[in-house]
Structure formats: structure tokens, C-alpha cells
């Protein structure tokens, strides 16, 4: 069964520029988290998908952040326009339930120049 | 606000020896405990956790960890170091019911020498 991945590994953009980061969960798996970590600080949560509804958006730092999971598969997360201090990794996992685990995907590293 | 505490960034071990990660999280109601592990260039992967009953969990790779609710903590042990327990260890709370929205800490780095 293969498991959470994300797209791309690496992204290296300009201030200003839109990224879009990619995750796909493990198939049947109806909840899908964000998180982010910025360099040498705690992973933070960002949001949570249950299907194609956000569940708990909580920890979206702005609306430079857009998330979406159209049709409950896949989920993209979009910055528009980037800044500096959005860089960091970013982390997707998903669950078949809410009391069952996360699993993690390997994340995205965003640098922001 | 809800925070979890790991204290040292990097801990150094030989092999052989004792390893233990300290963690502490800020509220006295009892929540759900989490030990992560992430090797390089994958995702986090879940060693141990502690819902309810025993308070002594026990994970693979042969890590256990305590929960004390006196004392807020949930500290990860093992009692002999191997080279590829190398890695970043994250400890992590939830106080949702189940795995939702986890409050990791800032994570330590175990280093193991021969």
C-alpha cells in the first residue's frame, strides 16, 4: 500500500510568487492534515479535511494560504503571494478516522528567497 | 495556550547506552500522547502512544514511555542505543479526542556514537 506523498520535495521561489504544494493521502483515508514546521521551531497545525470539507482551518497563519481537497482525494495548499517567512517544511498526513494515526508524508521544503 | 516542552535540541548517546527524551506538556487534564520518529528524508513515523489505561506504553524499536500525570510528562526511554536509532524525535499531544490536531514539541535530535 503506498503511502502519503507530496509534491514537489523541494520548491525554491521568489518573494511575491504563487507555490502550490501537492499531497496525495493513502487511498480511503477520509481525513487529510496540514502542518508546517519553520526552521528549528515545533510542527504547527495548520488545517484539517474530513472529505472535502475543512474540518478545523484553526491554524492558518493568513489568507495567503488557500487549501483545497476537491472530490476528497487529493489535497493542494497554495501561497499566494509568498513571503520570507513562509518557508519552512511542509508536512501532510492523513487517517481512515479521527481516532485512528496519522500517517506522514515526507514534506515539501518551501524556501522563500 | 496548549504547548508541549522537549527539552534539548540534540542529545548524544554512545552506543550501548541509555537513551531518554524528555517531554512535558502545559495542561494537567489528561490528554493523548505521542512519540514520533523521522529519519532523514521520510515522513514522521509513529512510535509509541498513550490514550488511556497503562501508563507505561511501550513501541517499537524497543522505546517505551511513562505517563505521569503528576508531573505532566511523558518521557521516551531505551535502555540500550543502537546506531539506527539516530534521527529527530518529536513528542506530540492532542487534546481532541483521538488523533486530531496534534501540538508537537520543537523535537530532538538523537545522535549516537560507536
Known amino acids: 500500500e503506498a503511502g502519503v506523498t507530496q509534491f514537489p520535495s523541494h520548491s525554491v521561489i521568489e518573494k511575491g510568487q504563487t507555490v502550490t504544494l501537492r499531497c496525495d493521502p493513502i487511498s480511503g483515508h477520509d481525513n487529510l492534515y496540514w502542518y508546517r514546521r519553520v526552521m528549528g521551531k515545533e510542527i504547527k497545525f495548520l488545517l484539517h479535511?474530513?472529505?472535502?470539507?475543512?474540518?478545523?482551518e484553526s491554524g492558518m497563519p493568513n489568507n495567503r494560504f488557500l487549501a483545497e481537497r476537491t472530490g476528497g482525494t487529493y489535497s493542494t495548499l497554495k501561497v499566494q503571494p509568498a513571503e520570507l517567512e513562509d518557508s519552512g517544511v511542509y508536512f501532510c498526513a492523513s487517517s481512515q478516522d479521527t481516532t485512528d494515526e496519522q500517517f506522514f508524508g515526507p514534506g515539501t521544503r518551501l524556501t522563500v528567497l | 495556550a496548549q504547548s508541549v516542552t522537549q527539552l534539548g535540541s540534540h542529545v548524544s548517546v554512545s552506543e550501548g547506552a541509555l537513551v531518554l527524551l524528555r517531554c512535558n506538556y502545559s495542561s494537567s487534564v489528561p490528554p493523548y500522547l505521542f512519540w514520533y520518529v523521522q529519519y532523514p528524508n521520510q515522513g514522521l513515523q509513529l512510535l509509541l502512544k498513550y490514550t488511556t489505561g497503562a501508563t507505561l506504553v511501550k513501541g517499537i524499536n524497543g522505546f517505551e514511555a511513562e505517563f505521569k500525570k503528576s508531573e505532566t510528562s511523558f518521557h521516551l526511554t531505551k535502555p540500550s542505543a543502537h546506531m539506527s536509532d539516530a534521527a529527530e524525535y518529536f513528542c506530540?499531544?492532542?487534546?481532541?479526542?483521538?488523533?486530531?490536531?496534534?501540538?508537537f514539541g520543537t523535537g530532538t535530535r538523537l545522535l549516537v556514537s560507536p
Open positions: 506530540a499531544v492532542s487534546w481532541l479526542v483521538g488523533f486530531q490536531k496534534l501540538v
Open positions: 479535511f474530513v472529505k472535502e470539507s475543512k474540518q478545523d
